[in-house]
């Protein structure tokens, strides 16, 4: 079908080529009837144009469709050629002040804390960058898509409305003009025309709901019979459904199913078949049947083909529209007009009625294209913008119900556009008072919410799934309502007041479906058989604290309505519980001598529930009025004679005893659902409406009723009264009941009722309850936290409450409390206590946690020690009450209260039995003190006037009345400060007689007071005492000192550990490596010391003793012994790589002889340095392969190392490793024990290995050409003439022992294996290749970390990094015996050859193509295997000198020919010295030979100058490279860092210091290589400016720049979009940090097939660029991600801190970010080091979870 129908496809109609757009505007222009002829050219055309076939092609379409469609309208609208009449109206136009870019998903936006009116008042980056917001406090975040940048919006900002650029335009504007003066009255018509006919038949063609049928004036002539199979989206079924779907139903390829889905997701829907009715019927069938089974089946229609046209120009003619009126305000204006203008049928039947009411109809694509339509007339035009919002609060219900059905994302949904309405203040206040807003949103809600118990009150019990759906869809409501309470009136009109008051009503009747609600009953007997629903009643409660904070602050700004608020208030919680006492018997209660009545009612026998809202409500607005003082001056206007104390307590006291039930494990049998709620009633999230409001209730009770009556009902509620009204219970309670479980539910019970009574005296920081303002609550909360421990911004920011702005008013006041600490290299900055701040702390602070109050305490009386105080923790001094709370001291003096202190204190005094606790004497003593404070205050705050009626201390004083002669409190205190048991209360108690004393004298001197009697007593007592007490302190004093000390050192050290982790690390190592270093101390230490030649520094043999780390048993390295290993990690690298574009395309015939000078890819070895016996390791690896294995077949976990390619972890540190490095001697010792005294010099010793390989390469031809008649073979030996002392036949024995000779062979064998990534094969004549390279770009990746650090080459290397560069490099030095004698000496020969040319090697890289180093390498290493047949008496170490210095003058060739001298540098200081004349000698020859193509001659300082400069990091390797092979010391120069140190370099090598003697010295010979080397084509090529080459010294590779500030990375990733599908917008843009590449993660659009497996473009990208390895950053998480291979991977805190010094990972803060430059050295010095696959691999060991992620797929 799909082929037949291509060449329809590709034709393009010629009539549709030849359209004249001016004609046919020129025939509209004289039509009679323009909407019929309008329609007939686009049901002509429009079925011609769109919908051709299968597939869109919507580049063709769109350029058809401007051609023939859209070109005519704009001609016909301005009257002449678009292209000049679109500019005239362009400059016509007075443009508005409001910027109202539409965001981009992923788009950066900004709101500014301090003065957006609310945190949806956003900018866009340009706007703000333009504002001056940009130096005040702001956040950012990434906006979801949709909404619009507020700049411009006077109501949006208290200050700086305007950015730079929207500026520059108000100043021209005239208070609402009118735009359309600006057009001309002709454009003005026609405009009107056009608009309201298109505007029309889009919305005509996009609301149309048949299937096959057009509307008439639309329909066609001559009809097609094609039609499409259209899969609609739906937020139910999953990606994958629709891909297996897909591949079912319409016989697609996977790719291709995917493609499908995508577009389905992003669109809302795609034809997925195209063709007969019948083809495109069964597909629908079979995606229906296959989709329907769990869920309601994909949504799926056959539509015809016209219509889909039709509905697809529809939707460009949309955005056509939306681009049109940006030319002009006056046409946007015109087209808010044409959209608001009623309809033929009366109400809702404008354009934009219909638009909006059959949203939830749309598919998500027709959806998106209308709003942005919407955003940019209608609400860019101030005058409709209110029209826009009246007609959409007219379908509020409306749209909300559509909105239920529906199943798509609010995001989606024309109901999100509220928030362009409800913040902004006059709007929102307009639609309040003429639509009643408030009303109708509260009652929507309401509405949607019918599930109800008996008493009318929400039951979310038995929700279905739908129901729970729906639920979650009504939240939006909240918001909505969120959004019109944002901004509170200034000013109140009488209708404001009227309809808020009536929104009031609505939000009353509300909060009364939940008084109440989810009521519990203690569970006895049996647990719980289901956990009860819990969570949607505390979802509600928390969508709704904000908006009840909302509610209060605006009554609390009109005293009228405040009052009006408070009495419906009052009224409904009446109605809620009226008749509270409804069939509760009354009770009376009496304790001494006071009585009250009460009912009978137990927590713990009756029904209770938590939500409380009204009670609550009343409470806050009890609150406002005690704060306004309007009850002093009017206090007719209140109903405060109706409040019925009892009333109001009754049911936050219930809540709050079930509180301290639950937590004396009384309702363990109500399972976690309760727990749970008790947590969140105390949780930062819900306490300020829930907890707090409660315990203010309370308040409220006490300070209105008699206090002993209020603990009486109280000890009645927590059930304990019977303990405290029966004298002597305690005793009869501990010895006659000998439950152990109730005594302890008691001795809870009384320590929460205490606490609670701490409370409503103590918690007094709520303006209005107490005299405060704001900041000092928050400044108390702030100090209460960070008495528990220093705490980062963001732990702070989470422990204290947010108001609706998401401020916690935190940073007003922090500065005034705390010290900030800044973060080092790790961690996060931490605000510290100030320490004049923890004499406010209070042990008993309500917002504590158990576990957060026993931190406080412990952490508190820790200080103490510390500063050497006594540790007593007394209450802090509070503020004085607010004069309505006044009267709630008095509890504390109360006869009750004191009743229950002298109990407790008595039980503690007879402290035999189980009847008390120290908790609870520990409050009792806190509860006196505060009374203590609390009198102390009295009376220095006394006037003349005025008697203390607070007279706590002679209360105290008094012992019992007559019967019981009990001892007065005082008296007991006394005789308990004595008690042995209670050591630790001893400071307290002590503090509290003190204080008693310092009060009581101030009441003598106080002319009111009476005169005390009791204080002679006190000062006996505490005379008597005086002496033991000051022995008893000096020793504690000392006891704490000497703990102090110890602590203090402990302390200092772990500490100084953390900070200095990586130093303690290396000095760790240093002293692992000392002995390493003494052996390498030189012998003599004045002798100069040479690394190689004939001249090499003898050092005497050392003998090393190693430990295994397995067996523990101790072994020495020895030629002929068991081998010792270290456990070693290889991987390819591409850190030095100066070519990133360039990788291996064919593993099986890439020949890696040569490295070219990009050093594009490298294998590099490291190690843990941790050593085993070779026979200890290999059976350790066996095992954790078994156990792997094992593993496997059960549970298929993944684990952090690849047992199948060899991985293991070192099992002494774990770190990741694939195989092993044998330990060797330095292996040239043993080969080169004869001393000869008479050398070749360079020149004679290339001619004998010319020799030599001559003789070879001969030999190689005739084994290799066997059937060459044997005369003829003859004749050649005898023809060849073999060097002196040459014997080719020899074979050297090879001196290692067999175990030796196996890991030699193992780790040759795993350097070819990964270096190559090809399977493993120890024959493969690249063998030894792979090991030198890899011992080269090992010694090179090194040499560049210690150059770009300035540390010294010599100086302390950590020991891991000593010993693998010894080993590697001995091994590679060894591993020649285990290879084919052979095949190393063909290597030899074409290394050779790329310097010293010969005949049989031609196609050898032209020394610019080399990387020298390595070739000096593999030089030095394959040459042992010619060597060691050479019986005429050269030394192997004469060998190495010639090599060396044959490579060392290619190099300063290579350097010379790439130097680009710029003579613009400094000018030369010094006269001319003998290395520079000799430099330029050496250039004028290379001149000469190079045919004069090189560039003019430059000055020799300048030569020498890039010749020390481009050979350095040679020389450096090279002395490695030696020193590691021969294992001379180096010498103690080079030790310590310093300037570049090249004299020393260049003796230790055996180098001239002018290194130019060397050509002078070997001219002759020199001269021919020279000439040679440049004869070559490439270096032609390169003189002539034809290809590029490697330039001297390389320069080490960097990580990429990143900016200062984050939000330019998000900016710059929001524009990126995905390379694959055609300009969407990538959801998880992530950056690569070593080449800068934006990849498009995480997402089916970007998988490409790697290896034959389906994988995500960031793990793609790493094959390509960093051979396995990347490290990259995800912009929107703000995360750096660290990826090896396909199956590894770890996260990593990002180089971005906020100004807190914290990272913001996941960006859910939306602090402004910076870069922390020492953070991003550090992540590059991990790359540096190749530590980066290391790193994941303890990453993933630390956190499991990490293992599962399915990393290929980023
Ligand atoms: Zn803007
Ligand atoms: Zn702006
Ligand atoms: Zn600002
Ligand atoms: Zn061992
Ligand atoms: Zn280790
Ligand atoms: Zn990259
Ligand atoms: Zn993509």
Redesign the pocket.
């Known amino acids: 079908m799909a082929s037949e129908l291509e060449p329809e496809v590709q034709a393009i109609d010629r009539s549709l080529l030849e359209c004249s757009a001016e004609e046919i505007a020129g025939k509209w222009l004289q039509a009679t009837d323009l909407t019929r002829e309008l329609y007939q050219h686009l049901a002509h055309y429009v079925p011609k144009i769109y919908c051709r076939g299968p597939n869109p092609f919507p580049q063709k379409e769109d350029m058809l469709a401007q051609h023939v469609l859209l070109g005519p309208m704009e001609w016909y609208l301005c009257g002449e050629d678009p292209a000049f009449g679109f500019p005239k109206l362009e400059q016509a136009n007075k443009p508005s002040h409001l910027c109202g870019r539409v965001f981009k998903v992923g788009e950066p936006t900004y709101s500014?804390r301090?003065?957006a009116v609310d945190p949806t008042c956003v900018l866009c980056m340009e706007c703000f960058l333009g504002s001056?917001?940009r130096d005040?406090r702001?956040r950012m975040t990434t906006s979801g898509g949709g909404g619009f940048c507020d700049c411009g919006d006077t109501e949006a900002w208290k200050?700086?409305p305007y950015c730079q650029k929207h500026e520059l335009n108000t100043s021209e504007i005239e208070e609402e003009e009118d735009p359309l003066v600006h057009l001309s009255e002709d454009v003005i018509a026609r405009t009107y025309n056009i608009f309201a006919i298109m505007f029309r038949y889009a919305v005509e063609i996009l609301t149309w709901e048949k299937e096959s049928e057009l509307p008439e004036d639309l329909a066609m002539v001559e009809k097609s019979d094609t039609y499409y199979c259209m899969l609609f989206n739906d937020e139910v079924h999953t990606y994958e459904q629709v891909i297996y779907t897909l591949q079912k139903a319409v016989n697609c390829t996977q790719k291709e199913a995917i493609g499908f889905a995508t577009t389905v997701d992003r669109d809302g829907r795609r034809s997925v078949r195209y063709g007969d009715f019948q083809y495109c019927e069964q597909a629908k069938s079979v995606i229906v049947r296959n989709t329907s089974r769990q869920t309601k089946p994909l949504k799926v229609q056959v539509m015809h083909s016209s219509i889909v046209a039709h509905q697809n120009f529809g939707l460009k003619l949309l955005s056509w529209l939306g681009s049109i009126i940006g030319y002009s305000d006056g046409l946007r204006r015109i087209l808010c007009q044409v959209g608001l203008q009623e309809g033929p049928d009366g109400e809702n039947s404008s354009l934009v009625d219909r638009l909006m009411l059959s949203d939830s109809k749309l598919w998500k694509g027709a959806r998106s294209v209308y709003h942005q339509l919407f955003m940019s007339s209608l609400l860019m035009d101030l005058k409709y913008k209110k029209l826009f919002a009246v007609r959409f609060a007219k379908n509020y219900q409306q749209l909300q119900r559509d909105f239920m059905e529906d199943d798509h994302e609010r995001a989606v949904s024309v109901t999100a556009l509220s928030v362009q309405f409800f913040t902004a203040p006059t709007l929102a206040r307009m639609l309040i008072t003429e639509e009643n807003l408030m009303s109708i949103i509260i009652k929507t809600f309401m509405d949607h919410l019918r599930h109800r118990d008996a008493q009318g009150r929400f039951q979310f019990e038995r929700y279905t799934a739908l129901q729970a759906f729906k639920f979650r869809r009504v939240q939006s409501l909240i918001l909505d309502l969120k959004y019109v309470l944002i901004s509170k009136p200034t000013e109140w009109s009488e209708e404001l007041r009227q309809k808020f008051l009536e929104g009031f009503d609505a939000f009353l009747e509300l909060l009364k479906c939940m008084q109440g609600m989810d009521p519990i009953t203690r569970q006895v007997g049996q647990h719980i058989e289901m956990e009860p629903e819990w969570e949607a009643a505390f979802t509600l409660q928390m969508k709704l604290t904000h908006v009840i904070s909302m509610m209060l602050d605006w009554c609390a700004s009109d005293e009228k309505v405040l009052i009006e608020a408070y009495k419906k208030c009052l009224a409904v919680l009446m109605q809620c519980h009226g008749g509270y006492t409804d069939g509760e018997q009354p009770i009376t209660l009496s304790i001494c001598g006071h009585s009250v009545e009460t009912i009978r009612y137990c927590v713990s026998q009756e029904k209770v529930s938590i939500h409380l809202p009204v009670s609550r409500l009343l409470a806050g607005l009890h609150v406002l009025l005690s704060k306004s003082e309007v009850a002093y001056k009017f206090p007719e206007l209140l109903p405060l004679s109706e409040l019925s104390p009892p009333m109001l307590i009754e049911h936050p006291l219930r809540c709050l005893v079930l509180c301290a039930q639950v937590h004396a494990g009384m309702w363990r049998r109500n399972g976690f659902s309760l727990v749970n709620q008790i947590y969140y009633y105390h949780n930062v999230k819900c306490r300020r409406e829930m907890f707090d409001k409660d315990v203010v209730m309370l308040q409220t009770g006490v300070s209105m009723m008699d206090p002993n009556h209020f603990l009486m009902i109280m000890l009645s509620r927590f059930e304990l009264y019977q303990i405290f009204s029966t004298p002597d219970y305690g005793k009869r309670f501990s010895s006659e009941i000998t439950h152990k479980d109730v005594v302890q539910q008691n001795n809870t019970l009384i320590e929460e009722m205490l606490y609670l009574i701490i409370m409503l005296v103590g918690e007094r920081f709520s303006p209005g309850v107490g005299q405060v303002n704001a900041t000092d609550e928050i400044k108390r909360e702030i100090i209460h936290q960070l008495s528990i421990k220093p705490m980062a911004h963001s732990e702070l920011v989470k422990s204290l409450p947010e108001d609706e702005n998401k401020e916690t008013g935190m940073e007003s006041v922090i500065e005034a409390v705390a010290h900030f600490k800044k973060p080092g290299l790790t961690g996060r900055g931490m605000y510290e206590l100030k320490p004049e701040c923890a004499k406010e702390f209070n042990l008993y602070f309500y917002h504590f946690s158990r576990a957060e109050q026993s931190k406080a305490e412990e952490a508190q009386r820790k200080l103490k020690r510390q500063n050497r105080e006594d540790t007593a923790l007394p209450p802090p001094v509070l503020p004085p009450f607010c004069p309505l709370f006044a009267s709630l001291v008095n509890i504390l003096q109360s006869d009750v209260m004191l009743c229950i202190m002298g109990t407790i204190l008595q039980w503690a005094v007879e402290h035999n039995g189980y009847a008390w606790s120290e908790s609870m004497l520990q409050r009792v003593l806190h509860l006196i003190g505060m009374a203590l404070q609390e009198e102390k205050q009295h009376l220095e705050n006394v006037t003349e006037e005025h008697v203390v009626t607070f007279t706590f201390t002679q209360k105290i004083s008094k012992p019992g009345e007559a019967p019981k002669n009990s001892p007065s409190i005082l008296a007991m205190l006394e005789t308990l400060q004595n008690a042995p048991y209670l050591e630790v209360h001893k400071d307290m108690i002590r503090w509290i007689l003190k204080t008693f004393n310092a009060v009581k004298k101030m009441r003598e001197s106080s002319p009111t007071s009476p005169v005390a009697e009791t204080e002679g007593t006190i000062m006996e007592e505490t005379s008597r005492d005086k002496d033991k007490a000051e022995r008893k302190r000096k020793a504690e004093i000392a006891r704490l000192r000497r703990e102090k000390i110890m602590a203090q050192m402990s302390e200092m050290q772990r500490h100084f550990i953390d900070e200095n982790k990586e130093l303690f690390q290396q000095t760790l190592e240093l002293d692992a490596s000392t002995s390493a270093v003494l052996d390498n101390s030189p012998v003599a230490s004045d002798m100069t010391l040479t690394a190689l030649g004939p001249a090499q520094t003898q050092v005497p043999e050392q003998r090393q003793f190693v430990t295994c780390i397995l067996c523990q048993e101790e072994q020495e390295v020895k030629v002929e012994s068991r081998a010792m290993v270290l456990a070693a990690f290889v991987q390819r690298s591409t850190v030095l790589s100066k070519n990133r574009s360039k990788f291996i395309q064919d593993p099986e015939k890439y020949d890696p002889l040569f490295m070219h000078p990009d050093l594009s890819c490298g294998t590099h070895t490291s190690s843990c340095g941790h050593i085993m016996h070779a026979h200890c390791w290999q059976r350790y690896f066996d095992s954790v392969q078994a156990k792997e294995q094992r593993r496997q077949q059960r549970l298929r976990l993944h684990t952090s190392y690849d047992v199948e390619n060899g991985e293991f972890l070192c099992p002494l540190c774990e770190c990741l490793s694939n195989t092993v490095i044998p330990l060797l001697l330095p292996p040239r010792n043993i080969f080169n024990k004869l001393n000869f005294s008479d050398q070749p010099n360079l020149t004679q010793w290339i001619r004998t290995i010319s020799q030599q390989i001559k003789a070879l390469q001969f030999l190689r031809k005739e084994e290799s050409t066997p059937n060459n008649a044997s005369t003829k073979n003859s004749e050649n030996v005898d023809e060849l003439q073999l060097p002196e002392g040459f014997r080719p036949d020899f074979r050297p024995k090879n001196p290692y022992s067999e175990s030796i000779k196996e890991m030699l062979t193992t780790f040759g064998t795993a350097t070819y294996k990964v270096g190559l990534k090809v399977h493993p094969n120890e024959e493969d004549p690249r063998v030894p290749i792979m090991c030198w390279g890899s011992c080269a770009y090992t010694i090179q990746s090194i040499e560049r970390i210690l150059s770009d650090e300035d540390k010294p080459l010599f100086g302390p290397l950590p020991c891991r990094l000593d010993d693998c560069l010894r080993s590697l490099t001995r091994f590679a030095a060894a591993h020649w015996t285990v290879a084919s004698v052979s095949v190393v000496q063909g290597h030899f020969c074409k290394l050779f050859a790329s310097l010293v040319p010969n005949d049989s090697h031609e196609e050898l890289p032209c020394i610019l193509d080399i990387d020298m180093f390595h070739l000096l390498v593999g030089l030095v290493l394959a040459f042992p295997a010619l060597q060691c047949q050479d019986f005429s008496g050269i030394s192997l170490g004469t060998g190495d000198l010639h090599i060396f210095h044959l490579v060392t003058m290619a190099h300063i060739i290579q350097i010379l020919l790439t130097s680009c001298t710029e003579e613009n540098g400094m000018d030369q200081e010094n006269p001319t010295c003998e290395e520079e004349s000799a430099v330029l000698a050496l250039y004028k020859t290379l001149h000469q030979y190079t045919g004069s193509a090189l560039k003019e001659i430059p000055s020799g300082w300048h030569l020498w100058r890039s010749v020390r400069a481009g050979i350095m990091p040679f020389l450096k390797c090279s002395a490695l490279f030696f020193h590691y092979l021969n294992g001379v010391p180096s010498p103690p120069d080079i030790q310590v860092p310093g300037t570049s140190h090249f004299e020393h370099l260049c003796n230790y090598l055996s180098l001239p210091n002018n290194l130019i003697c060397l050509f002078q010295e070997n001219s002759e010979i020199m001269n021919s290589l020279i000439e040679s080397w440049c004869r070559n084509s490439e270096v032609k090529r390169y003189l002539e400016g034809e290809r590029d080459a490697i330039r001297y010294p390389r320069e080490s590779n960097k990580l990429i720049n990143l900016p200062e500030d984050y939000s330019s990375l998000i900016n710059q990733a929001s524009n990126f979009s995905c390379p694959k599908s055609g300009g969407d917008k990538s959801r998880a843009p992530t950056l690569c940090l070593v080449c800068g590449s934006l990849l498009c993660s995480q997402s089916y659009c970007c998988q490409t097939e790697l290896e034959g497996e389906d994988v995500g473009a960031c793990t793609a990208h790493t094959y390509s660029c960093g051979s396995g390895v990347g490290i990259f950053l995800r912009v929107r998480e703000c995360q750096v991600l660290f990826l090896a291979g396909k199956t590894k991977g770890c996260f990593y805190s990002p180089p971005y801190l906020d100004d807190y010094g914290e990272t913001d990972q996941g960006l859910r803060r939306g602090n402004p970010l910076h870069l922390c430059k020492e953070r991003f050295k550090k992540i590059q010095k991990l790359w540096h080091q190749h530590s980066v696959t290391e790193e994941i691999g303890h990453a993933q060991e630390a956190n499991q979870t990490l293992v599962g992620i399915d990393w290929q797929h980023l």
Do not use: A, L, T, V
């Open positions: 500014c301090d003065c001056i917001h005040h702001y200050e700086g």
